[in-house]
C-alpha cells in the first residue's frame, strides 16, 4: 500500500555536526510534504515543509530537500545542538486531502 | 489556552472498561484530529473533523472507537470495551481549516495503557 517511510531508525551525531534525515514515500500524487520533531512526551510540532513544485526549502539552521524523482525527501539540520534531540517525522498530504500519513520516525541523539 | 490540550495526560484502566479522552482545540480553530501513536510507531490518522462534523471516520479501527466534537470546540474520543491492543498514545490536533497548507497544531497526548 501507499506509505511513507524512513531509511534508518536511529541516528546518533556529534554535538555541531551537521545532521540528515531521510524519508522515502510510495504515492507520486503526494505534493505536500512535513517535518516534525517530537520530544518525549510532547506532541509532534512542526519543524518546515514543502510543496512538490520546490526542490529546497530553507529555514532557521533547517532544510528540506525533495527529489520527486527518485521520491525522496531529507531534512538537513546544520550544527546540531543538544535540543535537537528528538524523533524526527516526516509526513505527506495529497491535494486537498487533509489527512497526514506519517512515517514510522527516526530517533536523533546528539551527543555532547 | 495557548495550545491545544488533552486530558487527561495518563489513563490507566482495565480490559473491558469504557475511556473518554478530551481534547481541546486552538480557539477558532475550525478543523480538529484525532491520531493514535503505538510504541515506536508513527502516528495514525483516527478521525477528522470541520466544525462539528466528521467527514472522514475511515481510521477508525473498529466500531469500539467513536468521536464527537460539540460547540466546533472541544472533542472526544471514546473507546468502548478496551482491548490491550487499544494501549498507545491518544494525539489531537487543530488547524485552522482544514486546506493544504493549514498546520497541523498538536497536543501532548493522553497515554492510555490498558491492562
Known amino acids: 500500500g501507499e506509505s511513507v517511510g524512513l531509511h534508518l531508525p536511529t541516528l546518533s551525531v556529534q554535538e555541531g555536526d551537521n545532521s540528515i534525515i531521510n524519508c522515502a514515500y510510495s504515492n507520486s500524487a503526494s505534493d505536500y510534504f512535513i517535518w516534525y520533531k517530537q520530544e518525549s512526551g510532547k506532541g509532534p510540532q512542526f519543524i518546515i515543509d514543502i510543496r512538490s513544485n520546490m526542490d529546497k526549502r530553507q529555514g532557521q539552521r533547517v532544510t528540506v530537500l525533495l527529489n520527486k524523482t527518485v521520491k525522496h525527501l531529507s531534512l538537513q539540520i546544520a550544527a546540531t545542538q543538544p535540543g535537537d534531540s528528538a524523533v524526527y517525522f516526516c509526513?505527506?498530504?495529497?491535494?486537498?486531502?487533509?489527512?497526514?500519513?506519517f512515517g514510522k520516525g527516526t530517533l536523533l541523539t546528539v551527543n555532547p | 489556552g495557548a495550545g491545544v490540550s488533552q486530558s487527561p495526560s495518563n489513563k490507566v484502566t482495565e480490559k473491558g472498561k469504557d475511556v473518554e479522552l478530551r481534547c481541546d482545540p486552538i480557539?477558532?480553530?475550525?478543523?480538529l484530529y484525532w491520531y493514535r501513536q503505538s510504541l515506536g510507531q508513527g502516528l495514525e490518522f483516527l478521525i477528522y473533523?470541520?466544525?462539528?462534523?466528521?467527514?472522514?471516520k475511515s481510521g477508525l479501527p473498529s466500531d469500539r472507537f467513536s468521536a464527537e466534537r460539540t460547540g466546533g470546540s472541544v472533542s472526544t474520543l471514546t473507546i468502548q470495551r478496551t482491548q490491550q491492543e487499544d494501549s498507545a498514545v491518544y494525539l489531537c490536533?487543530?488547524?485552522?481549516?482544514?486546506?493544504?497548507?493549514?498546520?497541523?497544531?498538536f497536543g501532548p497526548g493522553t497515554r492510555l495503557t490498558v491492562l
Open positions: 480557539s477558532g480553530h475550525t478543523a
Open positions: 490536533a487543530s488547524s485552522l481549516g482544514g486546506g493544504l497548507a493549514n498546520e497541523q497544531f
Open positions: 473533523f470541520q466544525g462539528n462534523s466528521a467527514p472522514d
Open positions: 509526513a505527506e498530504r495529497r491535494g486537498s486531502n487533509y489527512k497526514l500519513t
